[in-house]
């Protein structure tokens, strides 16, 4: 059965300034997808990035981008230039390109505080 | 956003009745989920639907019932409610399971509270 992993809790970050979110998988297969989504307090979940293992480019979207590293079976997030409105808990999701069910496993969450 | 409403968005009940948890979506999308969020362990998925009429377990299922009469509509039942059963479910929608159209849309989520 496939894992997600995600080793910090909590995460702080100055304004402006950069932070990296980690994020380890545990998986036998190798074709899926992972992906980060961002719960803000409002409780919606936003994907943020999504990253298909076939493919060795990382994924960028604006500000944010992925070290996706497959033979570690690791996935981090980088958000540059952090705003305070990127404070929320991130989530960590893996899903299997083969998948029949769609189903989406995820790590426990990092909540991500900014400082003005 | 993807027209996805959950209902109630806050219930508490007692220990030992029923609740329905209604998924409403009007993307007409084949895949509905719920979910549900508890610290510590992120989202698990309880149930889903990949068609009206057709639900399967998800692995965290215990307790938990679905139906889906109309593409529009997922249901979530607790037959008898546990405290164990507190926490916050989400409903998500998408086209098809994998590759293109797969990306999972959530609705506002439920917090739900088991006295």
């Known amino acids: 059965a496939q894992t997600v992993t995600q080793s910090q809790p909590e995460m702080s970050v100055q304004e402006a300034e950069t932070v990296t979110l980690s994020c380890t998988y545990d998986?036998?297969?190798?074709?899926?997808?992972l992906f980060w989504y961002k719960q803000p307090p409002s409780r919606q979940m936003i994907l943020v990035i999504r990253?298909?293992?076939?493919?060795?480019q990382n994924a960028t979207e604006n500000r944010f981008s992925v070290n996706f590293q497959k033979a570690a079976k690791s996935f981090s997030l980088k958000i540059s230039d952090s705003q305070l409105g990127d404070a929320a808990m991130y989530f960590c999701?893996?899903?299997?390109?083969?998948?029949?069910?769609?189903?989406?496993?995820f790590g426990q969450g990092t909540t991500l505080q900014v400082k003005p | 956003d993807a027209g996805i409403t959950q209902s109630p968005r806050h219930k508490v009940t007692e220990t030992g009745t029923p609740v329905t948890l209604r998924c409403h979506q009007t993307?007409?999308?084949?895949?509905m989920y719920w979910y549900r969020q508890d610290p510590g362990h992120g989202l698990r998925l309880i149930h889903y639907?990949?068609?009206?009429?057709?639900?399967d377990k998800g692995e965290v299922s215990d307790g938990y019932s679905v139906s889906r009469s109309k593409t529009e509509d997922f249901l979530l039942t607790l037959e008898s409610a546990t405290s164990s059963q507190t926490s916050v479910y989400f409903c998500?929608?998408?086209?098809?399971?994998?590759?293109?159209?797969?990306?999972?849309?959530f609705g506002p989520g439920t917090r739900l509270t088991v006295l």
């Open positions: 998986t036998s297969e190798s074709d899926y997808y």
């Open positions: 999701a893996y899903r299997s390109a083969g998948s029949n069910t769609g189903k989406l496993i």
């Open positions: 639907s990949y068609g009206v009429k057709d639900t």
């Open positions: 998500a929608i998408s086209e098809s399971p994998a590759g293109g159209g797969s990306e999972q849309f």
């Open positions: 990253q298909e293992a076939y493919k060795q």
């Open positions: 993307e007409n999308h084949r895949y």
